[in-house]
């Protein structure tokens, strides 16, 4: 039997087929920009082939460059003849590839634009390295002479299949490998070992500080500390001296590099992070390679103005602030909610008071921002200075912008959507479940906690998993309580009191608006921008994930109390 246009229009299934078209549109579009980000970010890390080639410049002279190919794009030739490049071609559209220097010590610049067709003896020798330096980006060259202090141990001739080339070689990954010990060492030294000595000596300050606004300050007490004081300078020295030792152990060696131009420079190896031959690694090597780059990324911390190294204090102050904020918000949120369903008068009043709910879920995050910084940082925490921190003073402890004070604030502007989702779930609780407890000689509030709270749980969590969406990627109100660009130290040391709520924070948002909008190299940032964003998804995904087990536990927990 043939249905009609009709019939078949008015029995809803076009809706369902529009529906479900969006629906896939969506999801199509969503994985779609989620493969780009992957294949822009993620291919980043893997060690691009370094080409060698003598290019005519825009001065008609040939001159050699080294470096690893980005991108090509085609370009009007007119554009590039009005900006003076000389051109030996009739083409309208002329092909331009966007080559990866590095070397900005001697050109200034990372990227160099070049015309494709003006490129001659395109090669890949395999004696050709990259070195990652810790300072001045990625040099590209050839390695001639490896030092320890003046004297040559071991050296590099100019052709490739040299076996000479290769012992040469490994002899200077063993010497890296040497200086990036002593670089760790110099960093635990530094960072742990100094600073305790540092929290310490600060400590003994505002410690010797209180007695004295106190009018406690008594010469016992005062040659106490400055026992203690003198034992941690002593400390202090050794360890300088220490690290004395160290230094001069870490510039022994150095590395006799020739860069396209010819011109030759020394490189100490205590500047250098890695060196590898691209063009002489297999598949193994290079997957390996690409591994520990990806572990870098993961683990480490940024250097070069955030477009080198890792991201490892963005992920943990992200993921910190976000656990703090869900901490925060969770039980507020859940009272409220309570309150307005089980307790409050449902009058004009109440209903006010969920406008004022709905509405608060509408306000720009900006402005939850500038109230945070009024609010909570200059009220609240200059306030909590002058209780308790007055030793400390003029230099604010919590009157300023800092991990607590950005998950207070993002707590805040998450509030409605966990006191809406939680007064839903309280709102499909069957009234027969209260009276039946209540005629069981239950209390109200037994009746509240051990019944109409764990059925309603899954709804406080779907609650959560919103916050949680909502808050790990603003970044506006963060960028005035709390985050910075590059925190000397993590939120959480070995330093009592061990967690340190009063200091700023890197985050992942806010690492990517710094990377791709603030960073003084675009080219070379912009291959970041595309991995941390993937990695923000990613974290934010982890998180939600988490909390929908926990929910789906809490559901099948809690299924016969529906019975």
């Given at each position: 039997?043939?249905?009609?246009w009709k019939?078949?229009s ?6 369902v087929?529009?529906?479900?078209g969006?629906v ?6 969503v ?16 060690p691009?082939a ?13 001159e050699?460059l ?41 050109f ?13 003896q395109?090669?890949?020798?395999s ?7 810790r300072?001045?980006?990625n040099f ?9 202090g ?9 052709t490739?299949?040299n076996?000479q080339?290769?012992?040469?070689w490994?002899?200077l990954?063993?010497h ?9 060492e ?9 600073g305790a000595?540092n929290a ?5 300050r ?6 004295q ?15 203690e004081?003198?034992?941690a ?9 220490k690290?004395?030792?160290l ?10 590099v020739e860069a396209?131009?010819g ?6 190896l ?15 090597q ?23 190294g890792?991201?490892y204090?963005?992920i943990?102050?992200?993921?910190m ?13 859940v ?7 089980e ?8 209903r006010i008071?969920?406008?004022a ?20 940082v ?24 800092g ?9 805040l ?7 809406v989702a ?15 407890s ?10 509240l ?9 899954p709804?406080?969590?779907?609650g ?6 909502r ?15 590059l ?8 330093n ?20 791709g ?12 921008v595309?991995?941390?964003a ?8 982890l ?13 099948e ?7």
């Amino acid at each position: 039997m043939r249905i009609s246009w009709k019939q078949w229009s008015q029995s809803g299934a076009p809706w369902v087929w529009i529906n479900a078209g969006a629906v896939a549109i969506s999801l199509i579009m969503v994985l779609g920009l989620l493969g780009v980000i992957a294949v822009r970010g993620l291919g980043h890390f893997w060690p691009a082939a370094v080409m060698q080639a003598d290019y005519l410049n825009e001065a008609g002279q040939l001159e050699s460059l080294i470096g690893e190919p980005v991108s090509t794009e085609l370009v009007p030739a007119a554009r590039l003849r009005d900006a003076g490049v000389p051109l030996n071609t009739d083409k309208n559209e002329v092909s331009r590839t966007l080559l990866k220097i590095g070397n900005r010590d001697l050109f200034g610049g990372d990227f160099r634009w070049v015309i494709s067709d003006h490129l001659q003896q395109v090669r890949y020798p395999s004696l050709l390295m990259t070195l990652e330096r810790r300072e001045w980006g990625n040099f590209y060259g050839v390695p001639r002479q490896l030092l320890e202090g003046d004297k040559p141990v071991a050296s590099f001739t100019g052709t490739d299949s040299n076996p000479q080339n290769e012992q040469s070689w490994q002899l200077l990954q063993q010497h890296i490998e040497r200086s990036l010990a002593i670089h760790h060492e110099i960093v635990q030294i530094e960072k742990v070992e100094i600073g305790a000595i540092n929290a310490q000596i600060e400590r003994l300050r505002l410690q010797q500080r209180s007695l004295q606004l106190q009018g406690e300050a008594s010469p016992a007490a005062l040659a106490e500390i400055d026992v203690e004081r003198d034992q941690a300078q002593r400390a202090y020295q050794q360890l300088q001296d220490k690290l004395t030792r160290l230094y001069q152990q870490a510039n022994r060696d150095s590395l006799v590099v020739e860069a396209a131009n010819g011109k030759q420079l020394n490189i100490a190896l205590d500047k250098i992070v890695r060196a590898y031959r691209p063009n002489a690694m297999h598949l193994g090597q290079k997957i390996s390679f690409y591994a520990s780059k990806l572990w870098e990324f993961l683990s480490a911390e940024p250097r070069e103005a955030n477009t080198e190294g890792g991201i490892y204090p963005a992920i943990f102050g992200t993921v910190m602030m976000v656990i703090l904020m869900t901490l925060f918000v969770t039980p507020c949120g859940v009272i409220a909610a309570v309150y307005m369903r089980e307790y409050a008068r449902q009058g004009l009043l109440t209903r006010i008071l969920r406008i004022a709910v709905n509405n608060l879920a509408g306000v720009p995050s900006i402005v939850y921002g500038v109230f945070g910084l009024g609010f909570f940082v200059y009220f609240l925490g200059g306030s909590i200075d002058q209780l308790f921190f007055r030793a400390a003073l003029p230099s604010p402890t919590f009157g300023t912008p800092g991990l607590l004070w950005a998950s207070l604030t993002l707590a805040l502007l998450t509030l409605p959507v966990v006191i809406v989702a939680t007064e839903e779930g309280l709102s499909r609780i069957p009234r027969s479940v209260r009276e039946g407890s209540l005629a069981l000689g239950a209390t109200k509030w037994e009746t509240l906690w051990r019944v109409v709270l764990p059925m309603a749980s899954p709804a406080m969590m779907t609650g959560v998993i919103l916050a949680v969406a909502r808050a790990a990627g603003e970044v506006a109100p963060l960028m005035l309580v709390g985050v910075v660009k590059l925190a000397p130290s993590l939120p959480v040391d070995g330093n009592f009191p061990y967690v340190h709520l009063d200091q700023k924070f890197m985050h992942l948002g806010f690492h990517i608006y710094d990377v791709g909008f603030q960073s003084p190299n675009v080219e070379a940032a912009r291959p970041l921008v595309y991995a941390t964003a993937l990695l923000l998804v990613i974290v934010i995904a982890l998180l939600n994930f988490a909390a929908v087990s926990i929910r789906n536990h809490l559901r099948e927990k809690y299924r016969a109390l529906e019975i």
